[in-house]
C-alpha cells in the first residue's frame, strides 16, 4: 500500500503500549475484525477485546458543527417533531 492510497488506521492495544496498521478495509465478525488491503486480501486480524478505535479515511472524517453537517441536521426537521409529539405521549 503506498502512500497516495487513502488508507484508515485501526488502533489497538496488545499489551501496555498502543499499536496502529493501516488497511484500506475491514469486516467485522463475531469474535474481532479481519483487515484489507486495497486489493481485498487478508492483512491483520484484531480481537474485539483489544481494538481501541478505528479512524476513518480522510474523505470519510465529519467535522461536528461544520456547513455539511449542520445541512444534515436540518434535513431532520420533520423527525424531530415526531420526537416532540411523542413526548408529549409519554406525559400523558
Known sequence: MTAEHATMKVVY???????????YDFREYEQGIVLHNEEGYNIGYVPH?????I????EEKIVFGSEETL????????DETE???DSNDEDD
Open 13 to 23: 492495544k496488545p499489551g501496555n503500549a498502543y499499536e496502529e496498521i493501516n488497511c
Open 49 to 53: 477485546e483489544i481494538l481501541s478505535h
Open 83 to 85: 420526537a416532540e409529539s
Open 71 to 78: 445541512a444534515v441536521r436540518g434535513s431532520e426537521d420533520g
Open 55 to 58: 479512524e476513518p479515511h480522510p
